[in-house]
């Protein structure tokens, strides 16, 4: 029989915070790294990390914001490699009217994620796509409340105008 108590998590509190954060820790990644790979990567070494210091986490504390605190310093961390050991390369996003009726909302909404910053794209993540509220994605960017905020909101009209701009078909459907 375990004794619990309010430091450390047994394997099993481990396993289930695992299952549980999994694929919302992938999607925070992959806003950063914008790649499947990396993002993958970026997540193993982030539980992993969590994993060896799980007899000393308080669980008074937001656990899951320290994961992806520990996530987001991964994630930098492969992009200082990859600055680091390759050139990098300024890409264009190339729009035409042809390929918008091709284009589903995925695409369109991924395109539009691409001239965030990696700042931007991470808050918008956070809030609009993993349900953190803006005092959480504080916690886990080490930014305020407010700051948290005003990136969404300019990250939001950026969003808009790309749209409006490059696709004005798709956001007269909105």
Known sequence: ????????????????????????AFNFA????LNSEDAKDAVQEGFLKLYRSKEKLDKNKNIKAYLFQIIKNVCFDILRS????????????????????EL?????????????????????GLLMFEGFT?????????????TI???????????KNFILKNYPDYARSL
Do not use: C, P, W
């Open 104 to 124: 589903d909302r995925k695409q369109i909404i991924k395109e539009a994620m691409n001239i965030l910053t990696t700042q931007e794209r991470m808050i918008i």
């Open 134 to 146: 803006s005092k959480e994605a504080g916690e886990i960017m080490n930014l305020s409340d407010s």
């Open 149 to 159: 905020r005003n990136h969404f909101m300019n990250g939001r009209k950026k969003i």
């Open 82 to 101: 990859k600055r680091n050991t390759q050139e990098i390369e300024n890409t264009t996003i190339k729009i035409n009217n042809s390929r918008e009726t």
């Open 30 to 33: 992959y806003s950063i790294v």
């Open 1 to 24: 029989m375990r004794v619990k108590t309010d430091t450390g998590l047994s394997e099993l509190e481990f396993e289930k915070l695992f299952m549980e954060l999994e694929k919302m």
